[in-house]
C-alpha cells in the first residue's frame, strides 16, 4: 500500500487541491491520498479560518465523486497545534507496517521544514514529494528546484545528492525527497476568501457542492 498524507488549512479546499491530489496519485502510483486539515496550524495563522467542522465538512464534499482520496479527522481530534511529527507517528501506527507513506507539500512550505517541530526526525521517517508551484518567490518549475537545491545544501544538509533517474534528493541518513513538476492552477483560498467578501462568483475555484455550503453557512463574509 502506497500512501500520501497531505495536510493543510484548507480553509477552503479548492480546484487547485485536488488537481495537485490527482496529479500525485498517477505520478507516484498512490493507492490514496489523505487530506489532513489542521485544527491549530502552528505556521499559518493570516485570515480568517473557518471552524474545523466546516473545513471538513468541505472536504467530504469536494471528495465525494473522486476515487483514492479520502480525508483523516486525525488533526482535528487532537488538542493542541498540529504539528506534522505527531501526524507522521500516527500513521505509521496505524497503517500496515509495510506501507510506503510519503508527505506531500508545495515547494513554498518546504523550505520552511527547518523552522518545524522534530523536523530532522520528520526528514529521517517519511519521504517527502515536493510539488513546484507558482509563488512570488520563483516563476517556474525549473528555478523552484534550483531553490529547493540551494536551501538543501545551506540549510539540511551538504552532504546530498540529486538521483535523476527517480528524480529525487538524497541527503545522507534521510528519506529522499522527491520533486513533482506540477502545472498548478492558479488558485489560493485567500482569493477565494476575498471573493466572498467582496461577494463575487467562487464557482470557477471550488466545487458546486463547496460554494453552497460556503452560501449556506455564511462563512468568509
Request: aromatic fraction near 10%.
Amino acid at each position: 500500500m502506497r500512501s500520501g498524507l497531505f495536510g493543510g488549512t484548507f480553509n477552503p479546499i479548492h480546484r487547485g487541491h485536488l488537481w495537485a491530489a490527482s496529479e500525485v496519485i498517477k505520478r507516484f502510483n498512490l493507492d490514496q491520498i489523505f487530506l489532513i486539515p489542521a485544527a491549530l496550524p502552528p505556521h499559518k495563522t493570516s485570515g480568517p479560518v473557518a471552524k474545523a467542522d466546516d473545513r471538513l465538512k468541505m472536504i467530504n464534499l469536494a471528495i465525494s465523486d473522486l476515487s483514492g482520496l479520502t480525508v483523516s479527522d486525525v488533526e482535528l481530534n487532537r488538542p493542541g497545534p498540529s504539528y506534522t511529527i505527531d501526524t507522521i507517528r500516527h500513521f505509521k501506527h496505524t497503517l500496515a507496517q509495510d506501507a510506503r507513506i510519503y508527505l506531500i507539500m508545495g515547494l513554498d512550505a518546504f523550505l520552511e521544514i527547518h523552522t518545524w517541530k522534530s523536523h530532522q526526525d520528520l526528514l529521517e521517517q517519511i519521504a517527502f514529494i515536493v510539488m513546484a508551484r507558482p509563488a512570488e518567490d520563483y516563476s517556474d518549475a525549473r528555478q523552484g528546484w534550483r531553490i529547493l537545491e540551494t536551501y538543501l545544501r545551506s540549510t539540511l544538509s551538504a552532504d546530498n545528492q540529486f538521483d535523476a533517474e527517480h528524480a529525487c534528493y538524497i541527503l545522507k541518513g534521510k528519506q529522499p525527497i522527491f520533486i513533482c513538476d506540477i502545472k498548478a492552477l492558479d488558485i489560493s483560498s485567500t482569493k477565494i476568501r476575498e471573493k466572498v467578501k467582496r461577494k463575487q462568483s467562487i464557482e470557477n475555484f471550488v466545487t458546486p457542492e463547496v460554494a453552497d455550503y460556503i452560501r449556506l453557512k455564511g462563512l468568509y463574509k
